[in-house]
């Protein structure tokens, strides 16, 4: 029924430290583990969502004997659509992202020169 990477409508049934517990549907729960929640740090994940509230989640991983997903709402738009956050989402982090290759290289040239 579910693949991994799909994006699945779910509803807030948990917190614990550790991460977040969702129901999908009547066969279905999930956890979204604390570090797949955000690529911030994370203080309390109960500044992610509140119980009952409907959010989406990537399924990363399935156990089918027990009906449970894995799940992460890192980069996505989990309050709205489930969609690919906008680069603007990546809590200030996008120009690090961006020039980080450039620099690699021209650290890699300068390690050549000597």
């Known amino acids: ?5 799909d994006i699945v409508k779910c509803t807030i049934s948990g917190f614990k430290d550790y991460g977040i517990f969702v129901s999908v549907d ?8 604390i ?5 911030s740090f994370v203080r ?6 509140e119980m009952g509230e409907e959010i989406f989640a990537k399924i990363i991983g399935i156990d089918e004997k027990t009906n449970q997903l ?3 709402i890192k980069n996505i738009n ?3 659509d489930g969609k690919d956050a906008d680069d ?3 809590n200030g982090f996008l120009p690090l992202k ?12 300068d390690i050549k020169r000597f």
């Open 44 to 49: 309390n994940v109960t500044d992610y969502g």
């Open 26 to 33: 009547a066969d279905y729960d999930g956890l979204i583990h």
């Open 70 to 72: 894995k799940l992460s």
């Open 35 to 39: 570090s797949e929640i955000s690529e």
């Open 98 to 109: 961006k020039h980080l290759n450039i620099w690699i290289n021209e650290k890699v040239k």
């Open 88 to 90: 603007e989402d990546l």
């Open 78 to 80: 989990y309050k709205v």
């Open 1 to 5: 029924m579910y693949k991994v990477n």
